[in-house]
């Protein structure tokens, strides 16, 4: 696999990591991807924790990587990027990471996210403002954006992330690396801070289809400890050749994004693959249903912060109802405070079959025409987003508008399908990501279709990317 074994020596001599440390803190100093790097915390001293001997022979042995901050892991702290939970140390260890530990693999830092996973441009992280490598003026995507800087930027091989709603496959797209949403329940759960049970899930980011597939493969399955969770039932090689299923005229994307999406079809059949179009009319209602019932999932999951237990204490309450009360007025963000208030609002009892249920039906409706779209096609090309990584501030999109922006993504959240988004080219220096979804447990032929890809239209880096301190 391209390069990933110079990344197993990286860790191993004091010499390499100071190389290392110094080539990831030139670049944070422009990018903020991370919030806590320590490449010394989990590898000293001999072998990771968890690793067993063998473990030396797995290919991610030594392989350093990095976790967005809302996924435990033992040793770091676990913050969401809330204020809320600012300085918790993690007690435990996720089953995803700590399934990659036990292949030897290392975590070097926690990356920077939007408060709990909400939002789609890392802006709203209360700790730190992580930058597109490729254009510091612009967002790298959201809500795993950290995970994605880091990645293109060269700082990891692989990044874990989690998509609610696209947060993998979105910075993904915006960054010019690979994210992967796996199929509902094929990685477990455990030991992610839940924002909506229903939708979300742990992935990983990676600099090549191959890595993504190999951790993967690593860390799915199923695990006791999240009861939702499944024994994964791969079907095997991925049908060859390979049809596509394209949407026709989409009103609502950039002229970028717009001539990507027409390129990638023609590359796609200049490889053998058969394309074909195709209509998603449920589509117009995947925003909506998604924001109904992700609030709703939120305001349920986020009662469990009340400043008690753990998380962010006034400094001064008159009763308990009041602490609770100061806790969460200063402990949450904005755009948290709106989206628990959106979902209490649409769970308010009364109005949930104008609300609730319906979200749910419509929910119902998206994943039945996925799967009668997939009875004629083995994979959909879809756009992610309909911009390129857009500017920061007033330059940029309004929150409405990123809102918005979701119904490409959002659409295998609510349908529990797979989804991987892949580098598809650049436009004025900024890269452009396009997605591929397919049937649960076929996520062999995301892998396989975007490794052919790759082949045609060989991935870029942004300036200052390097192997050169490797040496
Ligand atoms: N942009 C979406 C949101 O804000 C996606 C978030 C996610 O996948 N975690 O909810």
Same mark, same amino acid.
Request: hydrophobic share 35%; glycine share 12%; with cysteine.
């Given at each position: 696999m391209e390069a990933l074994s110079s990344w197993r020596n990286v860790l191993s001599s004091s010499?390499?990591?100071?190389?290392?440390?110094?080539?990831?803190?030139?670049?944070?100093?422009?990018?903020?991807a991370f919030l806590e790097f320590d490449p010394d915390r989990l590898s000293g001293g001999g072998r990771p924790a968890g690793t067993d001997a063998s473990a030396a022979d797995h290919p991610l042995a030594g392989i350093p990587f990095a976790v967005k901050d809302n996924i435990a892991v033992e040793g770091f702290s676990l913050t969401c990027a809330s204020r809320m939970l600012e300085g918790l140390a993690s007690p435990y260890t996720a089953t995803a990471v700590a399934r990659l530990q036990a292949a030897g693999a290392?975590?070097?830092?926690?990356?920077?996210?939007?408060?709990?996973?909400?939002?789609?441009?890392?802006? +709203?992280?209360?700790?730190?403002?992580?930058? +597109?490598?490729?254009?510091?003026?612009?967002?790298?995507?959201?809500?795993?954006?950290?995970?994605?800087?880091?990645?293109?930027?060269?700082?990891?091989?692989?990044?874990?992330?989690?998509?609610?709603?696209?947060?993998?496959?979105?910075?993904?797209?915006?960054?010019?690396?690979?994210?992967?949403?796996?199929?509902?329940?094929?990685?477990?759960?455990?030991?992610?801070v839940a924002y909506a049970s229903s939708l979300e899930g742990i992935g990983v980011l990676a600099g090549s289809a191959q890595l993504a597939r190999l951790v993967f493969e690593t860390m799915r399955g199923i695990?006791?400890?999240?009861?939702?969770?499944?024994?994964?039932?791969?079907?095997?090689?991925?049908?060859?050749?390979?049809?596509?299923?394209?949407?026709?005229?989409?009103?609502?994307?950039?002229?970028?994004?717009?001539?990507?999406?027409?390129?990638?079809?023609?590359t796609l059949r200049e490889l053998g693959m058969q394309t074909s179009e195709i209509t998603l009319s449920t589509l117009e209602y995947v925003v909506p249903a998604y924001y109904t019932i992700a609030t709703a999932e939120a305001s349920a999951n986020l009662a469990r912060f009340n400043g008690i237990r753990y998380g962010h204490r006034p400094a001064f309450a008159e009763n308990p109802e009041q602490l609770v009360q100061a806790s969460r007025d200063e402990g949450f963000g904005e755009e948290v405070k709106l989206r628990i208030l959106l979902g209490t609002y649409v769970l308010r009892s009364g109005f949930q079959d104008q609300y609730?249920?319906?979200?749910?039906?419509?929910?119902?409706?998206?994943? +039945?025409?996925?799967?009668?779209?997939?009875?004629?096609?083995?994979?959909l090309l879809l756009p992610v987003f309909p911009t390129p990584a857009f500017k920061r501030g007033a330059e940029g999109l309004t929150p409405f508008q990123q809102k918005l922006a979701d119904k490409f993504t959002a659409t295998a959240n609510l349908a529990g399908v797979p989804g991987l988004a892949f580098p598809a080219g650049t436009v004025d220096g900024l890269p452009v990501g396009l997605q591929l979804l397919a049937p649960p447990f076929e996520e062999e032929r995301l892998f396989?279709?975007?490794?052919?890809?790759?082949?045609?239209?060989? +991935?870029?880096?942004?300036?200052?990317?390097?192997?050169?301190?490797?040496?």
């Open positions: 010499q390499t990591k100071q190389a290392y440390t110094a080539y990831v803190r030139e670049w944070e100093a422009r990018i903020g290392v975590v070097v830092g926690k990356t920077n996210l939007d408060e709990f996973g909400m939002g789609s441009s890392t802006d +709203n992280s209360a700790l730190g403002r992580t930058s +597109n490598p490729w254009d510091p003026s612009r967002v790298a995507g959201g809500s795993s954006g950290g995970s994605a800087a880091a990645v293109a930027a060269g700082l990891v091989p692989f990044a874990l992330g989690t998509d609610t709603g696209g947060s993998i496959r979105q910075p993904a797209a915006f960054c010019g690396v690979y994210g992967l949403k796996p199929t509902y329940g094929a990685v477990s759960r455990y030991g992610l695990d006791p400890r999240d009861h939702s969770s499944v024994e994964y039932q791969a079907s095997g090689e991925a049908p060859s050749p390979l049809r596509v299923g394209v949407l026709g005229g989409i009103r609502e994307l950039s002229p970028e994004v717009e001539g990507v999406y027409r390129n990638a079809i023609t609730y249920v319906r979200a749910q039906r419509v929910r119902t409706a998206i994943r +039945n025409e996925l799967a009668s779209a997939f009875a004629g096609v083995d994979v396989r279709a975007a490794e052919r890809y790759a082949e045609a239209s060989p +991935n870029r880096h942004p300036a200052g990317y390097s192997k050169e301190w490797m040496r």
